[in-house]
């Protein structure tokens, strides 16, 4: 019993307008119809992936992931009832502002909102257009992109989104970090994207470390980093290669203080032939901080 992608979230930050902008301004998303909600932007065909809400948190509040249908959906109920997690059902209002056939909802050992739900709304009607000339996000089966959570409890994490949810591991990175010591971070997948969830086994501060966006072209990368600087809006990291999915990324910092990676050209995973894999870096190139 396993999630088959994440395919929303939900920002909880003090100046949604802001937040908006940048995403529609930066990183060339597309404004959804306020029929689907608002404050909400679109990436490819759905009606909305990412919704920015007003909050005083600047952080992650809650996070949509997908199953095929209602018989998957009860599955998941069950399955979830059964490893002992809290989950609440039957809230048609929470469906309509999500968009969705029906959903679930519960909550992560750290507090997040996590939502699973079948039946999203699409707007094959109104093409994606990105307002920057984007062309296009890497998305479909691999759903929106990845997260990276910060856990109080790495074990509790894990039994969460491992067996609950479903989550597989693809690899680990280990390293050593000379203010804190040894530091390892697990990377997850529940299709083919390498990574839909990455758990880091410390909290600082907000919840969301960052979120990632897969651009369909290299050349949209560096547009992107364009914008960023000609926003004057923080690199947090330099362009550079992932050791574990490969993709060629850099790093913003959004209004809300968390990061956005925004990449290219991520290697996939089969579930048949990945082994799991020990890093000792989480780059081969760049990814520099503070530079
Ligand atoms: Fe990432």
Redesign the pocket.
């Known amino acids: 019993m396993a999630v088959q992608a994440l395919s929303y979230f939900g920002v909880s930050v003090k100046r949604p307008d802001e937040w908006i902008k940048f995403g529609t301004d930066v990183l060339g998303l597309m404004a959804a119809d306020d029929g689907d909600g608002a404050n909400r932007l679109r990436a490819d065909h759905r009606a909305w992936r990412i919704a920015a809400n007003q909050g005083k948190e600047d952080d992650i509040a809650f996070a949509g992931f997908e199953v095929a249908d209602a018989a998957a959906l009860a599955g998941m109920h069950q399955h979830l009832l059964g490893q002992g997690i809290e989950v609440t059902a039957g809230n048609p209002d929470l469906a309509a502002d999500r968009g969705v056939i029906d959903l679930i909802s519960c909550r992560d050992p750290d507090g997040l909102d996590i939502e699973i739900f079948h039946g999203a709304a699409e707007r094959f009607e109104k093409p994606f257009s990105s307002p920057q000339g984007v062309q296009g996000f890497v998305m479909a089966d691999q759903g929106l992109g990845?997260i990276?959570l910060g856990c109080n409890d790495i074990a509790a994490a894990r039994r969460f989104y491992v067996d609950g949810l479903g989550f597989r591991l693809s690899d680990v990175i280990r390293m050593e970090i000379p203010s804190a010591g040894p530091l390892e971070l697990e990377f997850y997948h529940c299709n083919p994207r390498h990574?839909t969830l990455?758990l880091v086994p410390v909290r600082t501060g907000k919840r969301l470390r960052?979120f990632?966006l897969q651009a369909n072209s290299m050349d949209d990368v560096g547009f992107a980093f364009d914008r960023v600087l000609a926003a004057g809006a923080p690199v947090a990291a330099t362009l550079g290669r992932?050791t574990n999915d490969h993709?060629i990324?850099f790093y913003a910092q959004t209004p809300a203080g968390f990061e956005v990676?925004f990449?290219y050209g991520a290697r996939t995973v089969d579930d048949d032939t990945w082994h799991v894999a020990l890093h000792h870096k989480p780059s081969t190139w760049g990814h520099k901080r503070g530079a």
């Open positions: 990845h990276v990574h990455a960052h990632m992932h993709m990324s990676e990449g």
